[in-house]
């Protein structure tokens, strides 16, 4: 590799994964792992990965969610990797982009199947300095969701799953249930946390200690939100907090339940504990404070163009009975049609308006986005701060409006990233000009 480059080769392949004691579980794998290798980058790297796709009798992708690729490198369901083929996927990661990323297929029809069977993995893409003491460490906590079979094997989708996003039985950490952290009193830790289910929204409290957000999707805010008891991050949503062990004792990482708005009967209890913190008594070496400006992130300034996507659901009678239908601005996703033309550079205000009875987590690829405020019943409250996403939930009834600035230009997909939804028609296509 060398000073800014980042090489590597990556495999998607069958494997086998013992969850559950001993049984065997056939999955999919990047390399033999679930999740992917954790790939570790700066900003300003120039990226290489050789790519083989040895999954047999079906195409895949590479999407680098949350980077600012160029769109022919973006892993879009365009260019399929066929079964036993190989590609180099290459892009320049310029300065500013540091965040807590990850990638996943993107197949056309198949996201959702693959990234259930396992694949998906983090790319964290460093900032060049880091205001974060060192001391804090910087741990990524990688949520997966695992359903398995008694006989070990992961299931196929469901009808409720294709509905309301597929939620498992297990929830994984680093590919792990339940593991244990153990710490000294007086710790500080810096945690990366990637919701990388696919359809399960997770709410996260670190037992009753006092969680500092200092970053979202997009890396860190201007300064720390301290104080939170509480991060919700829907599919795909990522953010890196600090969390202060103070006293001896257990500590439960715990997501609680939350309904998104379920469509039919039994709606699962997605509470869960997902790890232990074990504070011992030792006393760790008194951590520097942290900074109280993270750093800044750029005026997109006022929006010359308006967009805006509404997300509908539609029930019909098919040939095998009611199919549901998950619509934006009335069409189903077509990758032969362009459906948003953007201008590169130009900055434009984006209007999510979710009109359906579930929550619609909205992603665009390709850029990071400002959120500027939500409405709902007539009434807008402003973002409180200014910071970098790619993935917004929208919740049922809402309107979100975000700040938009694609850079580049080419194809880009926007869509809902429960991605039973995104395989049920719920994406789109902007071109960039
Ligand atoms: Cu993480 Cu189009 O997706
Ligand atoms: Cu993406
Ligand atoms: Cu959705």
């Not at 934006?328 to 979710?354: C, H, P, Y």
Request: overall charge negative; glycine content about 10%.
């Amino acid at each position: 590799s060398g000073p800014g480059r980042f090489e590597a080769d990556l495999t998607a392949k069958p494997a086998i994964a013992r969850f559950a004691g001993g049984v065997e579980t056939p999955i999919l794998a990047y390399d033999d792992e679930t999740p992917g290798p954790l790939i570790e980058v700066t900003e300003g790297d120039k990226v290489t990965i050789r790519f083989a796709n040895h999954i047999p009798g079906e195409e895949t992708t590479i999407h680098w969610h949350g980077m600012p690729v160029p769109a022919e490198q973006d892993g879009n369901p365009m260019d399929p990797v066929a079964s036993g083929a190989d590609r180099l996927y290459a892009f320049e990661l310029p300065e500013g982009s540091a965040g807590s990323c990850w990638y996943h297929p993107h197949p056309h029809g198949r996201t959702a199947e693959q990234v259930y069977r396992g694949l998906a993995g983090a790319l964290i893409v460093k900032p060049r300095q880091d205001p974060i003491p060192a001391a804090y460490g910087d741990t990524p906590l990688f949520f997966t969701d695992l359903r398995l079979a008694s006989d070990g094997s992961i299931p196929p989708n469901t009808m409720a799953d294709l509905m309301n996003g597929r939620v498992g039985d297990h929830v994984l950490v680093n590919g792990q249930k339940k593991p244990v952290l153990t710490l000294p009193a007086g710790s500080r830790r810096r945690f990366r946390l990637f919701n990388a289910s696919n359809g399960r929204f997770l709410r996260l409290t670190f037992g009753t200690a006092p969680i500092t957000l200092i970053g979202s999707d997009g890396g860190l805010l201007e300064a720390p939100v301290p104080g939170l008891r509480v991060i919700d991050l829907a599919p795909a949503e990522r953010a890196e907090v600090v969390v202060a062990f103070d006293q001896p004792g257990q500590v439960v990482l715990r997501t609680e339940d939350v309904d998104h708005g379920w469509m039919g009967p039994g709606r699962p209890d997605t509470a869960a504990d997902l790890m232990t913190i074990d504070v011992t008594a030792d006393r760790a070496e008194t951590a520097p404070a942290l900074p109280a400006k993270l750093r800044r992130i750029a005026d997109l300034g006022p929006p010359v163009a308006t967009r805006r996507l509404e997300f509908t659901e539609t029930m019909s009678m098919g040939e095998g009975g009611m199919k549901m239908g998950f619509l934006i601005n009335g069409a189903s996703f077509d990758m032969n049609r362009v459906d948003v033309v953007a201008k590169a550079g130009q900055t434009e205000l984006w209007e999510i308006a979710n009109l359906a009875d579930m929550d619609h987590p909205f992603h665009l690829h390709g850029t990071q986005f400002q959120p500027v405020e939500t409405e709902r019943d007539g009434r807008v409250s402003k973002a409180p701060y200014r910071a970098w996403k790619d993935t917004i939930n929208v919740a049922r009834g809402e309107t979100v409006r975000l700040l938009v600035r694609q850079e580049q230009p080419g194809l880009r997909m926007y869509h809902c990233h429960i991605l039973e939804h995104e395989q049920l028609g719920m994406m789109g296509v902007v071109e960039v000009r």
